[in-house]
């Protein structure tokens, strides 16, 4: 190992691995460090994959990566204790290349995505925690591991340590995360036969579907829940932010029973095995959350960052995108010969000139806005359920009437004024 790398990068997700990827690309001698005992072991996605920011690393990469399915369906379920208003998108543009998003399971995707960064030139090290970053003079210039005579140095180091960013922490960079500003999500995979899946999904060949669904999946607290098809697995998942958790008393595991016995969600996950179970947390603060990312010889890209977009659930790509972001200016300032936080700076201006950070700043208010306002999970999805119910019921009654009937237990329940309130705080909060 030689004293002084270029750069060295702590944590082998989505963001570090995309960073090392592009920067070893680029020439430069790169370090790339995962504490698992593989990069994927100890990473935890609901699975969507998006196809454009990893063609930015690596063309045509559903040729070989090991992806699961082509997701050709996206569903929205808003559900109530006994029903459910659907509505979603199949478009089979989606089916054929090149593609729009995928399932992935992430013990296998990260594995070959790291192995790509080392085809590269990147050198990685498993099995390694990084215990803080050496700071001299006040620059960051190399990182201290667990492992005996651990120190290594670099011009630049790359924080791409997830969620719980202990070392940014360590830095200053942020303090510690609010209740409400992280969800906790578990998740399990459930093997299913492939036929089965197709059949309950209405899939052909290997095409496949993604649920998301909300309301009474986390009892009408803000979060949600997700059901998404694999080659012959279902990943399941319901999470909610800590803060919501706390203060509604539920219980994570509770919560996935609970979605899992839903007459909704029962027969499409019936008859199949669990395989494994799994818990993460997920920076849910959005704009007003993302702390400081680039430093004197530091960087912070990805869920270290909190750069995730929850409406839309976005992370992966996020992850990608800062990690090639910081890839680029890193190559500049080694051509420049200086990465002192002016420098370096330049990776901010992009980040914030990018789709990350302006569609965070789209929805910077949405997260506040549903969790201070729970009335739209807990009364606005039933409602929607109730009114759905009584126009589809046939029973004589005019349409015309039908509609008047719905519109005035929709108003008498709340109120015209306050129903009107919260149309307009909830366009607010996402246009
Ligand atoms: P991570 O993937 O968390 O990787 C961080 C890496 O750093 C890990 O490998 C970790 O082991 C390593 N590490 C941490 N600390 C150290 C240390 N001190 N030393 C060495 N190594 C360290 N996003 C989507 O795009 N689509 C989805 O469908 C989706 N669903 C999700 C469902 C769930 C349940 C969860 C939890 C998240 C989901 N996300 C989804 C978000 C997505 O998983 C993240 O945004 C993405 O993984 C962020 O990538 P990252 O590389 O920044 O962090």
């Given amino acids: 190992m030689p004293e002084k790398f270029d750069v060295i990068v702590v944590g082998a997700g989505p963001a570090g691995t995309a960073c090392a990827f592009e920067c070893a690309k680029n020439g430069l001698n790169v370090l790339l460090i995962e504490r698992g005992e593989y990069p994927g072991s100890k990473n935890v996605m609901g699975g969507v994959l998006y196809r454009k920011q990893m063609e930015e690393l ?50 296998q995707f990260d594995q ?23 700071v001299e003079n006040g620059k960051v210039v190399g990182v201290r591991t667990d492992r005996p005579d651990g120190d290594v140095y670099a011009d630049v180091v790359v924080l791409a340590d997830g969620v719980n ?114 818990a993460h947390l997920i920076p849910e603060g959005g704009f007003r959350s993302v702390p400081k990312v680039a430093g004197n010889g530091v960087l912070v890209v990805g869920d270290a960052a909190q750069l995730v ?23 500049q300032a080694k051509a420049r010969n200086n990465f002192s936080a002016a420098s370096l700076n330049s990776y901010r201006e992009a980040l914030y000139g990018s789709f990350i950070m302006k569609d965070l700043e789209k929805y910077k208010d949405a997260a506040h806005t549903f969790e201070k306002y729970p009335q739209y999970f807990k009364e606005y999805v039933p409602m929607m359920n109730q009114a759905m119910s009584k126009f589809f019921t046939v029973d004589g009654t005019p ?6 009937e719905i519109m005035k237990s929709i108003t008498s329940e709340r109120g015209t004024l306050k129903v009107l309130q919260d149309v307009y705080r909830a366009w607010k909060a996402v246009k």
């Fill in 58 to 107: 690596i063309p045509e990469f559903w040729k070989e990566a090991p992806l699961e399915r082509p997701v050709v369906e996206q569903r929205f379920w808003m559900m109530d204790k006994e029903s459910v208003v659907s509505f979603g998108y199949k478009g089979l543009e989606w089916a054929t290349e090149p593609y729009n998003n995928f399932t992935v399971l992430r013990a």
């Fill in 309 to 331: 977009n929850a409406i839309h659930r976005e992370g992966s790509n996020m992850a990608m995108h800062s990690g090639k972001l910081a890839a680029e200016t890193i190559v």
């Fill in 112 to 134: 070959w995505f790291a192995k790509k960064a080392v085809e590269q030139g990147a050198l990685l090290i498993n099995e390694t925690v990084v215990t803080e970053c050496i």
């Fill in 399 to 404: 349409k015309r009437d039908k509609q008047k």
């Fill in 165 to 278: 960013s202990l070392l940014g922490k360590q830095l200053g960079f942020h303090k510690e995360f609010r209740p409400d500003e992280v969800a906790l999500t578990v998740m399990e995979v459930i093997n299913l036969p492939k036929e089965k899946i197709n059949d309950r999904f209405s899939l052909e060949g290997n095409q496949g579907c993604t649920i998301e669904i909300f309301g009474d999946s986390t009892k009408g607290n803000l979060g949600t829940a997700f059901l998404y098809t694999n080659k012959d697995s279902l990943n399941i998942g319901v999470g909610t932010t800590l803060s919501s958790m706390i203060k509604a008393k539920l219980k994570p595991y509770d919560l996935l029973d609970y979605l899992k016995s839903h007459p909704m969600v029962r027969p499409m996950i019936e008859g199949g095995e669990s395989a494994e179970y799994l």
